[in-house]
Antibody, heavy 118, light 111 residues
Framework: QVQLQESGPGLVKPSQTLSLTCTVS??????????WSWIRQHPGKGLEWIGY???????YYNPSLKSRVTISVDTSKNQFSLKLSSVTAADTAVYYC??????????WGQGTLVTVSS | QSVLTQPPSASGTPGQRVTISCSGS????????VYWYQQLPGTAPKLLIY???QRPSGVPDRFSGSKSGTSASLAISGLRSEDEADYYC????????????FGGGTKLTVL
């Protein structure tokens, strides 16, 4: 069974870039057939989809975040990553990586809290 | 304001049947599959229902999903204390700003 694990700084300063990595184990990203997504959850709030990537590098982002988001994949390390630029306090959230595309997220990471604060 | 509308809370007693609604529009629920998630405190969401009414392996048949037009429902029968959690619906939205959209979540309390 595939497992996902987020990693990255838990504290980011305002205006800087948030960077997270999701390491996949128990399955290969490059085997194809699956999309890999980032989803976030503001404290005490609901879920917000950020975007997805395919092993080929094809991406699609939430239009509301598109100008600030970059998702990339490193098949050699079996990882995919999220970069969110020009962060503000409103970007403070638990960030999850997951396998899935249109809402069919069977596998999730445990989530990592990122706080934006000076 | 979430694109999909859920009641903020629901409750029931052990053994009861509870339903949670999810209302959307023609660009999301009306034309795409609906997914349901259960989120226990401090944990990642868990997929309960996919493609409107399908259960992943390991999900008890006490959980069932349905869809009609631009609305969907999650039903939980034989309510148990461990079902106390937040529940979210999700769907792809085909509008000009195409994206995955979620409901705001429903907090289920087992009395």
């Amino acid at each position: 069974q595939v497992q996902l694990q987020e990693s990255g700084p838990g504290l980011v300063k305002p205006s800087q870039t948030l960077s997270l990595t999701c390491t996949v184990s128990g399955g290969s990203i490059s085997s194809g057939g699956y999309y890999w997504s980032w989803i976030r959850q503001h404290p005490g709030k609901g879920l917000e989809w950020i975007g997805y990537i395919y092993y080929s590098g094809s991406t699609y982002y939430n239009p509301s975040l598109k100008s600030r988001v970059t998702i990339s994949v490193d098949t050699s390390k079996n990882q995919f990553s999220l970069k969110l630029s020009s962060v503000t306090a409103a970007d403070t959230a638990v960030y999850y990586c997951a396998r899935g595309k249109y809402g069919d997220y069977v596998s999730w990471g445990q989530g990592t809290l990122v706080t934006v604060s000076s | 304001q979430s694109v999909l509308t859920q009641p903020p809370s629901a409750s029931g007693t052990p053994g009861q049947r509870v339903t949670i609604s999810c209302s959307g529009s023609s660009s999301n629920i009306g034309s795409n599959y609906v997914y349901w998630y259960q989120q226990l405190p401090g944990t990642a969401p868990k997929l309960l229902i996919y493609r409107n009414n399908q259960r992943p392996s390991g999900v008890p048949d006490r959980f069932s999903g349905s869809k009609s037009g631009t609305s969907a429902s999650l039903a939980i029968s034989g309510l148990r204390s461990e079902d106390e959690a937040d529940y979210y619906c999700a769907a792809w939205d085909d509008s000009l700003s195409a994206s995955v959209v979620f409901g705001g979540g429903t907090k289920l309390t087992v009395l």
